[in-house]
């Protein structure tokens, strides 16, 4: 029998309409993310047309190139041995004596001679009594500046201390004296000035100031000491308590007077160096008569050491604090056995 008419029970949807409806929306998500993915394959052409370009597919994945990184290593270049040769007293003469030169690199010429004698009309000088100038001054400073101009590496030579002129006209005030208030004079009848009184130093200093100023590369500095012949005892050295001996009182005016002019060169690109005796060198470096003490009191202040001997005693000489470029050995003839080949070839 019929149940009542328009009554049906409820069984709600089919499940055909549900995995349909489920399948359509999936379809839909997966071709939104495609469309997105495939966007950046998309190209267009000159009429606008959009067109699908897909990488192209390789054996293995490759690495983005990466650019070339130049590595320069810049080894320091070497500087050659200073291998210098001294030129004569006619500075008539010195551009053929360089031409002549056999191999050298560098030239030394003497400013300021033993015993005082100006090789080169300093005007700072001009005014210092007693100053001898030499005949040859004036040729001089017509040669030098091409010379100084040249490739050559320049060595000046000044005289410090062993000075009769300006010590005799300046005795008071320059001058080193004995014991009884006069000019001192030594075992070879010469005259010194005093390096503890500040016009020598300012004297001293003025000359090689002005050598540097010419453009020599570097100042050979001589006699930088007490006398050591004659009645030393007779020597007016002065004296301050605040020293233990008379040598050492000795050892910093001369200390003292390197440090002057080292202070007066202040940043002049110039290199500053000390000539000593063979004997004084083995000693190592030091002569309480001369008033020297290398390694304590000057070696600080000095880029070389130039040291008269012979070929023979040149590698005994060089150590590790001698080394080469340091160490300048003054020959008369080129060594030739020696493997030490940085030297001063002095005029015979």
Known sequence: MAGPRG??????????????LAV???LVILASIGFMMMQKYIVYDETGTPKLVLPEKTGEPQPPEEEPVNITIQEQEKKPLLQAVELGDDPAAWPAELADASGQNAFCVTMKASGGQLRYSFESAAAVGGASVAGTASKAA???PALLEGEWYSVARISCLRDGGVARSNVDTMGLKNTGGYIFYDG???NWLDPSKQATKDYVSRLVCDCADLGFDEILLTDLTYPTVGKLDKIAYGFDANYETQAAYNTEQIANLLAAVKEALGDRDVKL??????????NEGA?????????????????????????ERVDAMVT???EDGVLMPELTDVPTTANYQCYLLLRK
């Open 7 to 20: 009554y049906h029970s409820y069984r709600g949807r089919g499940s055909k309409g549900k995995i349909a």
């Open 287 to 311: 002569d309480e008569t001369a008033g020297i003490d290398l390694w304590n009191s000057l070696m600080a202040r000095l880029d070389r050491v130039y040291v008269p001997t012979v070929e």
């Open 24 to 26: 359509l929306l999936v």
């Open 142 to 144: 017509e040669v030098l």
């Open 273 to 282: 160096s000390l000539e000593l005796s063979e004997t004084v060198l083995g």
């Open 188 to 190: 070879n009848n010469e």
């Open 320 to 322: 590790d604090a001698l």
